[in-house]
Every structure is written in structure tokens, then in C-alpha cells.
């Protein structure tokens, strides 16, 4: 079955200090691994996306890597801000012609001063 | 990058009546879909609005309770008919462009009382 876990499914941190959020999947075939970044009451804004072949991405203070061998994924986020707060999503999809986008459940992130 | 609104941002409807979301893009786009997103879960996908034919539908939902138009490639409305607590939702409007980008209207949050 075709399926995207993240973990941990919220987190409170402080500003400033670094974090790390997880997603590992089970979709196949892979065509690409996105994540997005989710306000309160508004929809999903892409941070970063991966193929098969890229092991990181970044996105200014944030930073994705892709291991598409353990089929893991993880988000880290640098020194953060209290505009971090929000919910962070995993998608990820499969080539065209069975073209789907199959999303994670969010890690809920909390920053505070 | 794609500028999407929907309209209404927000509203708060009665059992039995229906709701009609209005999704505009800055641009002509090839592909548009709608998403639920129910509390505290991922996007669900509910069809892919198709310019001058019927919309696909994904497993679990029907023409008849989330009826789709999209009569040209920069506008499309979606339905929620009959409504019920449960379909209590925030519903988005996505695109998805040559660049294999997908972007999201800010959405709609609707509660059923």
C-alpha cells in the first residue's frame, strides 16, 4: 500500500534552536518527494522538491535530504523563527500515467519565544 | 509561480443546503484539482477538474454530492451538496504546472452545523 508517515506528529521548540522532522514512505514507483509548509488557515506553500537522484535541497534555513534507497526523507529546520510555526507536509508521487499525490499527515510545529 | 484565490475564505453553512467554492488562477493552467482536508488530517484528493468535460472523481466521492465545473483553463467551481457536519472541511483549490509544480489556494473552511 502506498504510504507516507511522518513523525513526530507535533513538536514545540524554541526559537531559535535547530529541528529536524521525518518522513518515510512506502510509495512506488517514486517520481519526486515534496514539502510543504502550511499556515494556519491557509494552504500548503512548497518548500523544496526531490527526484530519485537528489540527496538534499535547500531552501534557504531549511534543508532536505532523501535517502530513496531506506525510501526516508527528513526536513531540518535552522535556527528558527516563530513565523516557523506551522504545519510541515511530505508528499510524495508517483510517475505520470498512474500520476498521484499522495500526502503525509503534517508534523505540527510550534516555535516559542 | 501561480496565484490562486478561492472564494468564499470562510463560511458557515446548515444541514441540508449546499456551498459552491469558486477557485481563480492568474494563469491558464492545463490542470486543476480540489482537496479536502478534514481536521487535524492530510489533503485528500476529490477530483481533477477537466476544462470542457466532466471532472474525475476519486474513490469515495461522487459527481452528485461534489459536483465540478471548469468551464475554462483559469476558473473551476466546486459543490459540496447536501451537507453534513461531517463534511466539515477545509477545501483547496490546486494547480499543477510544466514544471511539475503543484500550488494551493489558501482554501475554504467550511463547518456544517
Known amino acids: 500500500k502506498n504510504q507516507v508517515e511522518q513523525s513526530p506528529q507535533s513538536l514545540i521548540i524554541l526559537e531559535g534552536k535547530n529541528c529536524t522532522l521525518q518522513?518515510?514512505?512506502?510509495?512506488?514507483?517514486?517520481?519526486?518527494l515534496r514539502w510543504y509548509k502550511q499556515d494556519t488557515g491557509r494552504g500548503p506553500v512548497s518548500l523544496t522538491i526531490m527526484t530519485f537522484s537528489e540527496n538534499t535541497k535547500s531552501n534557504g534555513r531549511y534543508t532536505a535530504t532523501l535517502d530513496a534507497d531506506t525510501k526516508q526523507s527528513s526536513l531540518h529546520i535552522t535556527a528558527s523563527q516563530l513565523s516557523d510555526s506551522a504545519s510541515y507536509i511530505c508528499v510524495v508521487s508517483r510517475p505520470s500515467g498512474t500520476y498521484k499525490y499522495i500526502f503525509g499527515t503534517g508534523t505540527r510545529l510550534k516555535v516559542l519565544a | 509561480s501561480a496565484v490562486i484565490s478561492q472564494k468564499p475564505s470562510r463560511d458557515i453553512c446548515q444541514r441540508g443546503t449546499s456551498l459552491t467554492i469558486q477557485c481563480q488562477v492568474d494563469?491558464?493552467?492545463?490542470?486543476m484539482f480540489w482537496y479536502r482536508q478534514q481536521p487535524g488530517q492530510s489533503l485528500t484528493l476529490i477530483a481533477t477538474a477537466n476544462q470542457g468535460s466532466e471532472a474525475t472523481y476519486e474513490s469515495g466521492f461522487v459527481i452528485d454530492k461534489f459536483p465540478i465545473s471548469r468551464p475554462n483553463l483559469t476558473f473551476s467551481t466546486l459543490t459540496v451538496s447536501n451537507m453534513s457536519p461531517e463534511d466539515s472541511s477545509i477545501y483547496l483549490c490546486?494547480?499543477?504546472?510544466?514544471?511539475?509544480?503543484?500550488?494551493f489556494g489558501p482554501g475554504t473552511r467550511l463547518t456544517v452545523l
Open positions: 494563469s491558464q493552467v492545463t490542470m
Open positions: 490546486s494547480t499543477r504546472h510544466s514544471t511539475d509544480t503543484q500550488y
Open positions: 518522513c518515510n514512505y512506502t510509495v512506488s514507483p517514486f517520481s519526486n
